[in-house]
């Protein structure tokens, strides 16, 4: 950027007919990004799906790209940035095709496994990702239940789909005060097949509050899934807004989808 403003100067001070040349140079510099100013948008924060204790959250998904104009960053985009994923919110971003599912995983969700099991979690073909399309469903049913706000609609009004996503993103922000739901899984590795019980309990625990939202209007759930388990339990706090469970890991239990249901059931608005 300085050379390309020496050189022009030099130029224009020498002869007023270097006006053509003047014009060119600057062409040329603006076209290397020579006056472009401002930095990349984005978000500060860490990295998202920490498998130790969650997701760092930050605006957009994750930290920004390092560096701006002159830095090694490219010019600035205008408007926000691309969200910046880690490898499973990023799977979850290509099969959903939606901003607000990888988020629901990244805002609304915690996965307290090792990280040989977080590691497979977005793998192609695993049971573990084909499951958030509908835990996504079955979150973004329980917002619009208790809030009216419809994520899908708003993220895909018109063509701008940055603008539309920036609305999105705090609807999510403020609906996470609201709701969240932990998985703990026990050990260093997990199971990613279709079958694994842990994603059977996923699914189930989601459409369970998926059909009976909580009366409280608010909802944190946490499914510990155990090796030392032989069957289901279930707490429910006062408030009727603290649902945990403990599930087994390797041992399917007797009726054990009716077991992780009817606490919600009972604490369902009344039709």
Request: some cysteine; proline content about 5%; charged content about 25%.
């Amino acid at each position: 950027m300085q050379v390309c403003r020496q050189v022009l100067n030099g130029n224009m001070n020498t002869h007023r007919s270097a006006a053509l040349l003047v014009s060119l140079l600057s062409t040329a510099c603006l076209a290397k990004g020579g006056f472009q100013a401002g930095g990349n948008a984005g978000g500060g924060g860490g990295a998202a799906g920490d498998p130790s204790g969650g997701p760092a959250e930050g605006s957009y998904g994750g930290p920004a790209e390092p560096g701006g104009p002159g830095e090694g960053g490219g010019t600035a985009p205008t408007g926000p940035a691309e969200p910046r994923w880690d490898d499973f919110a990023f799977a979850v971003r290509e099969r959903s095709g939606t901003y607000y599912g990888p988020w629901t995983i990244t805002k609304l969700t915690t996965f307290k496994v090792g990280q040989a099991c977080y590691a497979k979690l977005g793998e192609k073909d695993s049971g573990s990702l084909r499951n958030t399309v509908y835990y996504i469903g079955s979150v973004h049913e329980l917002a619009k239940k208790w809030t009216g706000e419809e994520w899908d609609r708003i993220e895909n009004q018109r063509s701008d789909r940055a603008k539309d996503r920036a609305l999105v993103e705090p609807m999510m922000d403020e609906f996470g005060k609201r709701f969240h739901m932990t998985i703990a899984i026990e050990g260093d590795d997990c199971e990613t097949e279709r079958d694994a019980l842990w994603i059977r309990y996923w699914y189930q625990i989601g459409e369970a509050f998926q059909n009976h939202p909580p009366a409280a209007g608010k909802l944190f759930v946490t499914l510990n899934v155990s090796a030392t388990a032989r069957d289901i339990t279930s707490t429910v706090d006062e408030t009727g807004t603290k649902f945990t469970f403990t599930a087994p890991r390797d041992i399917e239990a007797k009726d054990w989808t009716d077991k992780l249901a009817k606490p919600f059931r009972k604490n369902a608005a009344k039709l």
